[in-house]
């Protein structure tokens, strides 16, 4: 057997072991308001979902070349140890006048910014550069771990008024949603890169979808500052918003139903790919998803990470963009969600199957909310709205912390490498 990059390192495994043990007691509950002792577990937590989905990895695979949309992932555990070194422990933080988050401290175990900070260096620069060894990585990631939690303020000293960085928890919980979606991210890689699933990664299923019937409302959109915990700054402020009667599927589109689609020709029918869609689908070269292919028996295969399965019916149809999604509404008759009435489903129907299987592409560009003010790491949002699309939910990757009705993931509509389907609505 091949002996992983990382696995030759006892610290790794002895310090998944430690994280495991530790962990055990984190729940999903409430994450946005955790406090004590149930922060640290979640840090650990998230930091053990980090090393598990890398620590399996040959030397090989540890290196792969170069490919758009994907990290080195020396780079990103260093990145990852960085963003919680450079938001918890080295403050106050203010900008420089090239618009750089600059820190009072300088970095004591993952550094400099400028191989570090996502928004110093490119993606591309990131391939270039010479990065911290499996085993440093190892002392590394310990160390800023344990000084990180080691200040997590007592809980009676939370802040418990509003999400807003005034709460002394918001840079700690920062780095833990930080985390997860790297963690995501991880997995995507793995995908793109057509390495083995992580461990207790199976495909997901969705359950059959009915049309749940919701009646005119007003519904208060996004996370409300009157309300403790913490909260994204995309997500803020909550606003009233008025929604007319509409009807959802309980579920996301199957892998199933969306082969009806493909094998109707969908894909060569220009009036389902209007505009955008239209450019996209004339440069893209096949009639189908990509990540789909004909057996030599004629049926569908779906690439999962390092295998073809014969396509699951009851899998979500995922790594679809949202023209591809969108192409499917036009065809059966449906639309896809605002992402207001998304959020108001997932509010009030308790037959909404969400966060489980795919991330949910919407109708709605990613836009700032009226009233929007960045937060301190205001590259989490700023610089993408416009020109991103916004989804809701959460996959089968996504660590359930991250599971909030009012969370606004975003890609770019053309991405297909990200675990991404859809729901409809009734015309
Ligand atoms: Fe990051």
């Known amino acids: 057997m091949t002996q992983s990059a990382l696995g030759r390192h006892g610290r790794w495994m002895s310090a998944i ?5 530790q962990s055990a007691a984190a729940t999903a509950i409430d994450a946005r308001t955790l406090a004590g002792a149930g922060l640290a577990a ?36 260093a990145h990852i140890a960085w963003f919680a070194e450079f938001w918890i422990l080295r403050g106050p933080h203010h900008r420089d006048t090239a618009g750089y988050a600059q820190a009072w401290h300088p970095p004591q175990f993952a550094g400099p910014d400028t191989l570090f ?21 190892g002392d590394i990631l310990q160390r800023q771990l344990e000084a990180c939690i080691e200040v997590i ?3 009676e000293s939370a802040f418990t008024g509003a999400g807003t960085p005034d709460d002394p928890l918001y840079f700690h919980r920062l780095a833990l949603f930080h985390e997860d979606m790297h963690g995501e991210a991880f997995c995507w890689m793995r995908a793109a890169l057509g390495y083995p699933a992580p461990k207790g990664v199976a495909v997901p299923t969705v359950g059959d979808r009915t049309l749940l019937a919701l009646s005119a409302a007003d519904m208060r959109m996004g996370y409300d500052t009157t309300e403790p915990g913490f ?22 589109v199957s892998a199933g139903d969306f082969a009806l689609f493909v094998d109707a020709g969908g894909f060569d029918t220009p009036q389902y790919w209007p505009s955008e869609a239209g450019r996209w689908r004339a440069q893209s070269t096949c ?19 390092d295998q073809w399965l014969s396509l699951p019916p009851d899998a979500p149809a995922m790594h679809l963009n949202a ?34 299987s795919v991330w949910e592409w919407t109708a709605d560009a990613f836009v700032p909310y009226p009233g929007f003010t960045p937060g301190p790491y205001s590259e ?18 996504t660590h359930t912390r991250m599971h909030n009705p009012c969370y606004r993931n975003f890609f770019q509509p053309h991405r297909s490498d990200v675990f991404a389907g859809f729901r409809t609505v009734a015309v």
Do not use: K
Not at 295 to 305: I, L, P
Not at 323 to 343: K, M, T, V
Not at 380 to 389: A, C, E, I, K, Q
């Open 287 to 305: 009639a189908h998803p990509q990540r789909w292919r004909r057996s030599a028996r004629g049926t569908w295969e779906m690439r999962w990470f």
């Open 231 to 252: 909260a994204f700054d995309n997500e803020c402020p909550a606003r009233t918003v008025h929604l007319q009667s509409f009807a959802i599927d309980s579920a996301p």
């Open 323 to 356: 023209f591809e999604a969108q192409a499917y509404c036009l065809w059966a008759g449906r639309r896809l969600p605002s992402a207001a009435e998304w959020e108001h489903a997932a509010h009030t129907q308790a037959g909404f199957a969400w966060g489980h």
């Open 117 to 137: 900070d996502s928004a110093r260096l490119p993606h591309a620069q990131r391939w270039l550069q010479v990065m911290p060894t499996p085993a440093e990585l």
């Open 17 to 21: 072991a430690t994280l495991e043990r």
């Open 42 to 77: 979640a840090l650990r937590d998230s930091r053990r979902q980090t090393l598990a989905r890398v620590d399996d990895l040959s030397a090989a695979q540890w290196s792969p070349t170069e490919q758009i949309g994907i990290n080195p992932i020396a780079w990103e555990l």
């Open 380 to 397: 989490y949002s700023l610089p993408w709205f416009g020109d991103h699309r916004e989804l809701r939910g959460g996959a089968f990757a």
């Open 153 to 155: 303020p007592p809980v």
